[in-house]
């Protein structure tokens, strides 16, 4: 299946490589991974094992860290459902960014975006998703007085006056060009990159200084900063730094999509423990049939959900990584036992997870920028 | 010179019939006066002359409100300088609608749009022409408490909601049609239509029903309503009615413009009385080039600017008009003494009108809108 990679949609066998070619971002090299290492004092499993594997000018953004100038970090959620654990792969990596870097957060809950694209979708829903899907941000730890999130519709006195700016430098051309926005596109959508964009100069009129910012998210969101770095120039402010991270697969295979409307295709954050577990041993696995061929030809974890989960997601430590990973090739630990492994760490992330997501319902006010 | 009418230029001879047979507006019957004169008890000037002369379901209007149902008014006005008088000829007879029919009016200042449209302008200046602009319409008269005016980058929260439901059901294709838009106009562009559109529902929405509405301006906005017409019945709201009035031609002669880089092309409400004055005394006339060919051969009151501005503006009684229309023709009275005419109605209305506007300053709060 051809690839195909847009904010709006993610399918196909994704070639990262050729992704960076076509986006025209840069490889993390080696270099600037020991240039993070100085800085943080160790690297997120996430940086060893390249989920996060393209940037645009995180270089830069050292250079000024190390002239000290503190940069913030940008990341955001379209509310068009419930979290899943795909969603949360950049959330936990912006937690570490945030700890390590003491940083502030700004995140975007693009209610608006949700509901100009999707037909199915109203925009009571999509508000109404912004802020249950705000609890699961809030609920992974992010600090209070740090981190500040925004639905676009309840910010957007404030975020319409940034946008305006970025829209006034955009043609329609280069937005049909950067997104594929076509005759049939509606105006809103048209529009709405304006709306993405602004919150990478936000910091910096808030603060009335220019301020750098460092966008850690999917790299299917790289078209925003793409339109975003090349308006930032000429409206005086630093082009926005970013990180880009892959795609965790489906639990239903390498190539299937996390989706609201299918249930069993994804890890919801607010699944009962049970039924994530029964997703899990239900997900797509890379072992043999029979557990007589999986001892003799061992799985495979490149395409086992299990595996990929615990590789991108629940296993931290990379001794403990590549054990599960050799094991597993070699046929000595079978489906049911990586299942399970990995059913007992999503039990246990769930419940606190959980627990926590009704605690921030209750603080959910000091984390808001409303107008 | 080829006509062209648009909300960002007018230009050339003025064929209003063609205007009508175009927009696909209704010109304003006799019927439809008789209607008019029996509810509101007597007929504006500007009724009686067809300076307001198309309309839009005006006559549904009337069937609602004869079932119970007010009407409130909404119009506005692109804040890109000073006002001058022709932009207060919609206001003047939006105000005797407010008056004779009690209605709230809804008023819009498109700083956002001023912006984005002209290279020259920043917001902060468009922003600060709207509060100036502001007083000028409360200057006019329009009831406190009954009268709403509105930045739109002040009040965009409330708007840009609504916005993004009239740009769900507007497709590129469709703006580009109405508004000859280009793939190089810029994106913030592109979605204005639908910022102008969404006063057309803000009474509906901030009452909780649906509210019928009634906008007098000039034609050139018409195409506006187009778009909001066409999205109203797939939101449930009543489609706006309008009231179309003709333009005033620009102190320099009847296809000549009013334009803040040229003061001599049109008197502004801030300009000094005596200024005021010069201006007229300098302005184009349609008299003949001497005294005695004028005595011989009379003037041209459809070309004489002074004529217009006290036939559209400033000469309220239909007998003197035509007084002064059949002296000025036939050349007992000189380009000299008509101009005298309209220097004191004007200086009289500048002082008074500046006045009132300082006054304005001070209970401006008392009529805004903001988020």
Not at 211 to 221: E, F, G, R, S, T
């Amino acid at each position: 299946m051809a690839m195909k990679v847009t904010p709006w949609e993610v399918s196909g066998h994704i070639d990262y490589d050729k992704l960076i070619q076509s986006f025209g971002t840069k490889h993390i090299s080696s270099e600037l991974l020991k240039k993070f290492e100085k800085e943080a004092g160790e690297l997120h499993f996430m940086l060893r094992r390249r989920i996060f594997f393209s940037h645009r000018d995180a270089d830069w953004l050292f250079e000024r860290y190390d002239k000290g100038e503190k940069f913030v970090l940008y990341t955001g959620r379209g509310p068009s459902g419930d979290t899943h654990i795909g969603h949360i792969v950049p959330w936990i990596f912006a937690k570490w960014l945030q700890d390590t870097f003491d940083c502030e957060m700004y995140f975007q809950l693009t209610d608006d975006e949700k509901f100009l694209h999707d037909d199915n979708l109203t925009a009571d829903q999509t508000h109404k998703y912004a802020y249950e899907n705000a609890l699961d941000v809030i609920a992974l730890g992010f600090k209070p007085g740090k981190t500040f999130l925004f639905s676009n519709f309840d910010y957007s006195k404030t975020l319409y006056r940034i946008a305006a700016n970025v829209a006034k430098l955009t043609t329609f051309s280069t937005a049909k060009a950067v997104f594929g926005f076509e005759n049939s596109t509606n105006i809103g959508m048209v529009f709405f990159p304006a709306m993405q964009a602004a919150p990478c100069f936000l910091p910096s009129v808030l603060k009335n200084k220019n301020v750098p910012v460092l966008i850690p998210a999917a790299i299917d969101q790289d078209p925003y900063w793409r339109i975003t770095r090349d308006v930032a120039d000429k409206l005086g402010y630093y082009k926005p730094a970013a990180i880009h991270s892959r795609f965790l697969p489906g639990l239903q295979g390498p190539e299937s999509k996390m989706s609201a409307s299918v249930p069993d295709s994804a890890i919801f954050t607010t699944d009962d423990p049970k039924a994530a577990r029964k997703k899990i041993m239900k997900s797509f696995s890379g072992g043999a049939g029979t557990l007589e061929a999986h001892r003799k030809h061992g799985g495979n974890p490149n395409v086992d959900t299990a595996y990929q989960y615990l590789y991108n997601v629940f296993e931290e430590s990379d001794g403990k990584i590549k054990d599960i990973h050799d094991a597993y090739k070699s046929g000595a630990m079978t489906t049911g036992e990586i299942k399970e492994m990995l059913a007992k760490k999503v039990e246990t992330f769930l419940k606190k997870h959980q627990e926590n997501r009704e605690k921030a319902r209750k603080h959910l006010d000091k984390f808001l920028l409303k107008d």
